[in-house]
């Protein structure tokens, strides 16, 4: 048999072509999630104040009650992606976008929320939902939190534990395991 570079090219651009088409109309890549060891890089709660509360009230006021359980998590997903990206023309994506989901659920099944968004100088920083009480542990002691509205501060090394009661429901977020609190 012959060999003939030019089939061999030419499918081999076939195939790059192809290949492209693939990843132009596959499924939409679902947020990656947080990566362990990182903060977020868009403060939640700063963001839905900035992009969202114009139309949805300050702390989501303008939604119904429970209004996160009537979606689906890929539904609500792809309902905060369409917001942030059309409606507030400020998109978001992979943990930015998982946070600012479990943000909206946590307000919906109000429960407290936390979220770690730096860390310098041996400062922890981030947010949690207005009236919630928090306390932290580093190294199995309990170490003081600085709280100024949603903003929060600790001054400790990694890990650090920083738990959230608001009500009856506490979370614990494990810092730098998780950049925000999980739901149930
Ligand atoms: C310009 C006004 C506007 C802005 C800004 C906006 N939204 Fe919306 N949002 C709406 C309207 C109108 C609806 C209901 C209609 C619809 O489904 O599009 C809605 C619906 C929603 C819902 C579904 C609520 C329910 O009760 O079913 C969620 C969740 C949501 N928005 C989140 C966000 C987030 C997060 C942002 C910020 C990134 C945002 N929205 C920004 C107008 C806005």
Known sequence: MRSNPFHLSYLAIALALLGCSVMANGPAKAPTGPKPGEPLSRAPLHYFSQ?????????????????????TEAELQKMVKKMADLN???????????AQVEFLKALSARRPFVAWTSSAKGV???????????????GGKSVPVTQKGWTWSVQAHPPVTVTATHGKTSVKLEIP????????
């Not at 395991?177 to 149930?184: L, S």
């Open 177 to 184: 395991k998780r950049a925000f609190t999980p739901g149930q």
């Open 51 to 71: 992009h969202c509360a114009n139309c949805h009230g300050d702390m989501g006021e303008m939604f119904g009650p429970q209004f996160a359980t009537g979606y």
């Open 88 to 98: 507030a023309n400020a998109p978001l994506s992979g943990a930015d976008l998982a």
């Open 124 to 138: 922890l920083s981030g947010e949690a939902m207005p009236g919630t009480k928090l306390s932290a542990t580093a």
